[in-house]
Nanobody, 115 residues
């Protein structure tokens, strides 16, 4: 079992920035992939950004060039730096860990971007 503690959500103005954090209860070295997903009202949950244990990253087209996912092994934490925020980025953001083929989800943190 891996528990994920998310933080950093809140309210931002369009063009502003927020940084989300996700701290797993297991070592990042034991986790194959960490990702951030989001779900806007009335929409399906979608991948925002993913970082693999080796360091490779993947982003949704809608956030490329604006969002950056990173992992700090010393702090055992994964971050999502969100810049140039848009109202359409408003959603609940979820952290997901994949470890030994099992997926674990955080409870989510709300990001609201005002125009």
């Amino acid at each position: 079992q891996v528990q994920l503690v998310e933080s950093g959500g809140g309210l931002a103005q369009a063009g502003g920035s927020l940084r989300l954090s996700c701290a797993p209860s297991a070592s990042l070295f034991s986790i194959k992939a960490m990702g951030w997903y989001r779900q806007a009202p009335g929409k399906q949950r979608e991948l925002v950004a993913l970082v693999i244990r080796g360091g490779d990253t993947n982003y949704a087209d809608s956030v490329k060039g604006r969002f950056t996912i990173s992992r700090d092994n010393a702090k055992n934490t994964v971050y999502l730096q969100m810049n140039s925020l848009k109202p359409e980025d408003t959603a609940i953001y979820y952290c997901k860990a994949t470890r030994y083929g099992i997926e674990f989800w955080g409870e989510g943190t709300l990001v609201t971007v005002s125009s």
